[in-house]
């Protein structure tokens, strides 16, 4: 009788431990099932990384981040809204940029813009995208005017996301005015030496004249795996010589973000140039480039995504920059 209740309570234990086993791989069938349930966003894509000139995801595969770019957060923020984003993201955008400036009324101006920051950051986060968190220079033109600050920022924003993949950091949008490749890099390489002790995430560097000057870059590279090198264009203004000096660029190994670009002229305004913009869109699709349209905002110009007054992004308050984003976004892959 005794043998008899010792046998019953073994084949109960092997019945419970291979119920609990069976439970264990209903459940990580299940995980890997929503694992591999492909999309563009950032749950199946995870951490991104470069392969050569290329962006790849989690699984090594080819990714091309698409969106749009905010205006200044401290004139156009009430229009990073929840509902914003998410008509963004239902054109087929998998990214959002957050043009945080540093003078003009920014950051180093005002520090409580970072409060705006965040918030937009998670923002972004929750609806499943990318965000690059753009250090937005402009008239300040050489970044190292700045760089204590800068260093102080990206620290603590690396600290606060370390364990997130959406983030993408752009430390340095348009180096101009006198400012050399070698000022930039010198500035780089503190930026994202800091960035490294939190974040493997990528970076994207500008490149002097207003990010044109990516050419600039070749066999002088920062010596990081996970960095790219900025180029901005308005279509009506960079032509020809600005894509040449892309494809010389990327025929020499340096991997080029185009993280603004628009329609109008250089100055945001002076017409829409969509003859141009097509061209440039061509270019894209060809080398694999990820691109970001400057901007939300419903400012009285042409590279604005609203025309004037509208807060909310519906096709009859588009502009004739916006309509054209649009279909851009919504016809890429």
Known sequence: MKKLTILLIVVL?????CTKQKVKENKMKEEKQEVIEKNNYVSYNGNLKLDGNNIVNQYNEKITLKGISSHGLQWFNYLVTDENIKTLKSWNSNVFRLAMYTKEGGYIDNKDIYND???????????DMYVIVDW???????PNNYKNEAIEF???ISSKYKNTPNIIYEIC????????????????????????????NIIIVGTPTWSQDVDNVIGNKIEDENTMYAVHFYSGTHKDYLREKVKKALDNNVAVFISEFGVSDASGNGGVYLDEANKWMEFIKENNLSFINWSLADKDESSALLKPNNKVIL?????ESGKYIKSILENTN
């Open 136 to 142: 937005h220079i402009l008239s300040d033109n050489n």
């Open 315 to 319: 096709d009859d308050n588009l502009s």
């Open 154 to 156: 990206f620290d603590k």
């Open 173 to 200: 949008n348009e180096p101009n005015g006198n400012t050399t490749w070698n000022d930039i890099k010198s500035y780089a390489e503190d930026v994202i030496k800091t960035i490294r002790k939190n974040s493997n």
């Open 13 to 17: 234990l092997l019945g419970c431990a």
């Open 117 to 127: 920051l965040i918030k937009d950051i998670d923002l972004v986060i929750d609806n």
